[in-house]
């Protein structure tokens, strides 16, 4: 690419994740931690810190980080994969308010249980736990949380920043 052409990143949504085990926290160990804290919350922290340098020289941009519903309300036998979506949201909201002069909107979808390989690796019994936990009595899908990611890059939701928006089949309770 010659000098004279300029890099643009419209849009970034960062959308890694690793569940790590479904154990009671005594059971981890350090290297699971590190492991779940590197690609949920410090790969979200390094992808952002590269693109928001374009998005401030065009003065535009659109942040969608992919959380957890975990992250809201903390899960048991899932507490450090709760606490690293924890800190994508708190995340989300304090860089929102340092970067909203700039044009760059960003906001942070927390997903209820969603029909992945991810969820469905957790077993048939925590599987159908989820699902009973669902006021609507099911597993969310994939198309349904990309629907929320698409409106929050759309032009509809120019007036949303720094907020957390569920995906959650009415599971979440705030």
């Known amino acids: 690419m010659s000098r004279s052409k300029r890099t643009r990143i419209d849009i970034l ?27 949920n919350w410090i790969g979200v922290f390094e992808v952002t810190r590269r ?20 992250g809201k309300e903390g899960l048991p036998n899932l507490a450090l994969y709760s606490a690293a979506s924890a800190g994508v949201i708190a995340f989300t909201k304090a860089l929102s308010r340092e970067i909203c002069d700039a044009g760059i909107r960003i906001n942070c979808v927390a997903p209820g249980p969603v029909d992945t390989a991810l969820i469905r690796g957790l077993g048939t019994d925590v599987v159908d736990d989820m699902v009973a936990a669902s006021p ?30 569920d995906a959650s089949g009415g599971r979440a309770r705030y």
Request: contains cysteine.
């Open 136 to 165: 609507l009595g099911r597993l969310g899908t994939v198309h349904e949380v990309a629907g929320v990611v698409l409106w929050l890059c759309s032009g509809a939701s120019t007036f949303s920043t720094g907020a957390v928006f």
């Open 51 to 70: 693109v928001l340098q374009i998005m401030r020289r065009a003065r535009r941009g659109c942040i969608v980080n992919m959380g957890s519903l975990a």
């Open 13 to 39: 949504v960062n959308n890694a994740g690793y569940l790590g085990g479904y154990q009671p926290f005594e059971r981890c160990d350090a290297a699971e931690w590190l492991r779940i804290l590197n690609v």
